[in-house]
């Protein structure tokens, strides 16, 4: 906020109709990944550079469970969730990590494929894509900007892909702070 005179104002629903994200670690069943403690050496696959729901999310919950990044066998960073979990399905990975809705979403639309994959940890809740406003807009123009994207329903046509949003929530830039202590503990 103080570094770039933005504040947060929104934040994006997804499919569940949450404004948060969390990173979702799979692994195959039956490959001997149980856990996060099970994946020292093991090949992983993480989400795009930058990705925070994927990223930053695995590797807070690795530095949870006392893993250091550098004793995974990194596997090239994938290009979305459904490409990563195709390449843990594949045995290219020993492991990845996807965003929550999409492993839900990917899982409805892969019922058959999914019974062959499990989930062995999550990363932390973090505020999803936000929205924000120069900190220097009037209240009123905020206000009518907020009370626009609160008002947009889940069927709404800004709402389509590639959106894919349920709507938006009322956020502020403290909705944040988790993010920043992800952050901060992984730098």
Not at 19 to 42: E, F, M, R
Not at 105 to 112: E, I, L, Q, R, S
Not at 167 to 172: I, K, L, M, V, W
């Amino acid at each position: 906020k103080n570094n770039a005179g933005l504040e947060a104002v929104a934040t994006k629903l997804n499919k569940s109709g949450t404004p948060y994200c969390q990173g979702t670690l799979i692994a195959p069943k039956g490959n001997g990944v149980k856990s996060i403690d099970d994946l020292k050496g093991k090949r992983f696959r993480y989400g795009p550079k930058g990705s925070f729901n994927k990223n930053l999310a695995a590797l807070d919950a690795f530095k949870q469970a006392g893993l250091k990044p550098d004793e995974l066998s990194a596997v090239s960073y994938g290009s979305g969730c459904g490409g990563i979990a195709q390449t843990v399905l594949d045995g290219q990975a020993d492991a990845g990590v996807v965003c929550d809705y999409s492993w839900d979403g990917w899982v409805a639309k892969n019922d058959a494929k999914a019974d062959k994959l499990t989930v062995i940890a999550r990363g932390p809740k973090l505020r999803d894509t936000v929205v924000a406003a120069t900190s220097d807009t009037d209240a009123a123009t905020r206000e009518q900007f907020v009370g626009a994207l609160l008002a947009l329903k889940g069927n709404a046509t800004i709402l389509l892909p590639p959106l894919k949003a349920r709507g938006f929530a009322r956020s502020t830039d403290g909705d944040y702070d988790s993010l920043r202590v992800v952050i901060k503990g992984l730098g």
